[in-house]
């Protein structure tokens, strides 16, 4: 009874109203490009082409640009733009998150990334076992002076074979888990799935969660028939990516995790596409 009065005289008593500080002048005339909240963890159902949504959890940054006249901004604004926008992940989902942020916090410009654990059920290539392979995946989106930009990013775990070890060596080839970092913009939205695959078709083979000794096999032999440079890897995902007429700029960045040397080997390749108007 003592707890349902302490509780009642706390819900009459008038919200007072606190000091804005965030909101004071500054007068050291410098601007902030971007400032807001890192590290948000925050539920997400991302939409895929085999279950239509997934569940994950992504790992988020908001931020906007802050005027120099104001001394600081107003942080729980982001988390309440984010909660208000629900769990759904889509791209036109966060055109609406980057124009809210701007609205409510009074900028030009605003910025959100959303980096997550992505899941594609794979089959062993011999024994067609099924396993969980699961990938990085990034959006980052800015809206600038209401200009958009959207950049989709795989990070795909692959294998590599060494041509040079396989010419010259009389017996096997040194081969070695690599990672590749793929990043485009697109005229129409991209499927992350389709991303992987072009990937993974570049590499001298793709990787898998579950493996059998026949499907062991069949990887080995498939690398020893595909032997790749780091270098041949950037190009392979680049010449894919230039036959692709939704793909208008990309940044492809390959690095070996080598298995002989104690460093690694890495090439870039980045591409603004020029497409032809159709007709």
């Not at 701007?102 to 990334?113: F, G, I, Q």
């Not at 070695?176 to 913009?185: D, H, I, K, L, N």
Request: aromatic share 8%; with cysteine.
């Amino acid at each position: 009874m003592c707890v349902n009065r302490l509780i009642a005289r706390m819900e009459l008593q008038p919200i007072q109203k606190l000091h804005d500080t965030q909101g004071q002048r500054d007068r050291r005339g410098i601007a902030i490009d971007r400032v807001g909240v890192r590290g948000l963890r925050y539920p997400i159902q991302v939409r895929d082409k085999a279950r239509k949504l997934q569940h994950t959890v992504a790992t988020a940054t908001l931020t906007v640009d802050l005027p120099h006249h104001f001394k600081g901004t107003h942080m729980s604004r982001f988390v309440e733009v984010l909660n208000e926008f629900g769990p759904v992940l889509h791209v036109d989902n966060i055109q609406t998150i980057l124009r809210d942020l701007a609205k409510r916090l009074d900028a030009e410009n605003s910025h959100v990334t959303f980096e997550f654990p992505f899941f594609l059920e794979k089959c062993a290539p011999a024994t067609k076992a099924v396993g969980l392979m699961d990938y990085v995946v990034r959006f980052d989106a800015t809206l600038e002076k209401q200009r958009r930009d959207f950049i989709v990013t795989v990070i795909v775990p692959v294998a590599t074979l060494c041509p040079c070890s396989k010419a010259i060596s009389d017996r096997g080839a040194h081969n070695q888990r690599g990672q590749v970092t793929y990043s485009v913009r697109s005229v129409k939205p991209i499927w992350i799935e389709d991303m992987i695959a072009l990937v993974e078709q570049s590499a001298s083979c793709e990787l898998f969660s579950l493996l059998k000794r026949p499907d062991e096999k069949a990887v080995t032999e498939r690398a020893y028939d595909n032997p790749v440079f780091v270098e041949d890897l950037v190009r392979n995902v680049a010449a894919r990516s230039n036959r692709d007429r939704n793909i208008t700029w990309y940044r492809v960045e390959a690095e070996n995790f080598e298995s002989i040397h104690n460093h690694n080997a890495y090439a870039l390749v980045e591409k603004r596409v020029k497409r032809a108007a159709r007709k």
